[in-house]
């Protein structure tokens, strides 16, 4: 086929192949960690690390982790516990690099937390066909490492309590499930 096709066919061929690895589901193993544990909700690049001031010099870290086209789209649970709340703000489909894209496209805020441990993330789109999947109910128990979403490209914000440590640094590759992201003190 390849020989004789002419070139819609050869480039029909080419999306096809782009597209069963954009939205590959591999396996991972989830590490044995300790109890504490952190892993990454997303695969992609460590963007930025920073310490937030909340109320009253209470701090604390937030991490962007940067998804791109050629990272697995799946989307996995931080750690054991429950699902606080969830919540699907449909918006644009803008690049990154616009003033506005932080603002105005697609989001989905998830508030992960049992007893004192809580993790707040922000998946962010960017320039994507599909929008974000979230199959995650409010007060459902999930599993560390379990799948929970889908987003094709985009930013996922994560941010940890003051009582966390941090074993990622900027520029770091992460893979969901498996990278550990931190502790939590």
Known sequence: MLIDADFLAFLSFLLVLVTLWIYRNPERTVPYLEKNSIVSIADGTIKSIETLEVDKGIDRYKIVIKTGFLDTAIL?????????????????????????????????????????????????????????????????????????????????TVVLPANSRIAVKVGDTVRAGETLLGFFS
């Open 76 to 156: 996995r649970v931080p750690f054991a516990c429950e699902v606080q709340s969830t919540e699907l703000v449909h918006g644009a489909r803008l690049s990154s690099y616009t003033p506005l894209a932080n603002k105005l496209n697609e989001q989905s805020h998830i508030v992960f937390g049992q007893d004192d441990k809580e993790i707040s993330v922000t998946h962010t789109m960017h320039l994507a066909s599909v929008g974000i999947k979230n199959r995650l109910k409010t007060k459902a128990p999930v599993v560390q490492g379990m799948r929970y979403g889908l987003m094709v490209k985009g930013e996922t």
